[in-house]
């Protein structure tokens, strides 16, 4: 929307992540399941598989099934940064549980695989977990990285490794987690909201998985993170899955609409960002 990042300070980062935080703070919050709009249904429109509009594209796997209302044994909804670590227990109140900016469709054998593992980068030792090849991407396998997924022990000391061509997306749904939920509460509901931080220290993670909804959680690796967000750049699939999120949840991903910003806020870039937005026939570019 015009004007919609008119507030952003880029003074110092610090300044861009809490000026980013106020703009996508207090956002709508979309039921996990319900007889009216939940988040089966946006994220049927938003992983919607570009080639049929009557599938969606899973985020490991590459895998295109039919829309099924309330999913079905092929896909499920995937929480990105794990709800183990910091907000496992859902409610009215709980809204990191529902953020469709970090949920995303994917098989249900690839979900259970990745369980909560952190991300981070595996090597062939690893055992692989497939893609298929569809729209000109994903298919290779037996040859590490390839274009698979990788797995690796368990639990906050595991490692998930996202294959080439979604990692970048994993990235900037972690760093919008982490601008999202600076702790507080929501400014209309009074619901607390837990503070999630991007972090290398995986003890951390351990910490934050006591069974029940924290004040801090954590997730990471944040420097494998960062390397995928540089890697993987944000492409159309994504932008117009910004687009249908935003729309139904009333705040969009900065990272996604403004990827120069993840370095200056997590990273080792001390030079502000200069970013100017054009609106452009509706569109924010």
């Given at each position: 929307p015009a004007g919609y990042y008119d507030q952003v300070d880029?003074?110092?980062?610090e300044a861009l992540k809490q000026s980013l935080h106020e703009i996508i703070d207090d956002?709508?919050?979309i039921p996990y399941t319900s007889t009216a709009t939940d988040t089966w249904d946006i994220i049927n429109e938003a992983d919607e598989d570009p080639l049929n509009s009557a599938n969606v594209l899973t985020i490991y796997k590459n895998a295109s099934y039919p829309k099924v209302a309330g999913g079905n044994d092929n896909y499920n909804r995937e929480h990105s940064w794990p709800k183990s670590y910091g907000f496992p227990?859902?409610?009215t109140q709980n809204y990191p549980y529902t953020d469709l900016h970090h949920l995303f469709a994917a098989d249900s054998s690839y979900n259970s695989s990745r369980s909560n593992l952190p991300y981070g980068t595996c090597d062939a030792s690893c055992l692989e977990k497939v893609t298929n090849a569809y729209n000109g991407e994903g298919g290779t396998e037996g040859v590490y990285p390839g274009e698979s997924n990788w797995r690796d022990g368990s639990g906050n000391t595991g490692t998930w490794e996202v294959w080439e061509d979604r990692r970048g997306d994993i990235a900037r749904a972690m760093f919008y987690m982490a601008v999202r939920y600076e702790g507080g509460t929501h400014a209309d509901t009074g619901a607390t909201e837990p503070d999630l931080e991007l972090t290398d220290d995986l003890q951390l993670l351990a910490d934050s998985n006591t069974g029940s909804n924290e004040s801090v959680g954590y997730m990471g690796r944040l420097s494998t993170l960062l390397e995928w967000h540089e890697a993987d750049p944000v492409d159309d699939l994504e932008r117009r899955r910004n687009d249908v999120i935003g729309a139904s949840q009333g705040n969009r991903n900065p990272f996604i609409d403004a990827p120069e910003y993840a370095a200056f806020i997590f990273g080792s870039d001390s030079e502000?960002?200069?970013?100017?937005f054009v609106a452009t026939n509706a569109e924010l570019r």
């Open positions: 880029t003074s110092s980062s956002h709508t919050r227990n859902d409610s502000s960002p200069n970013i100017m």
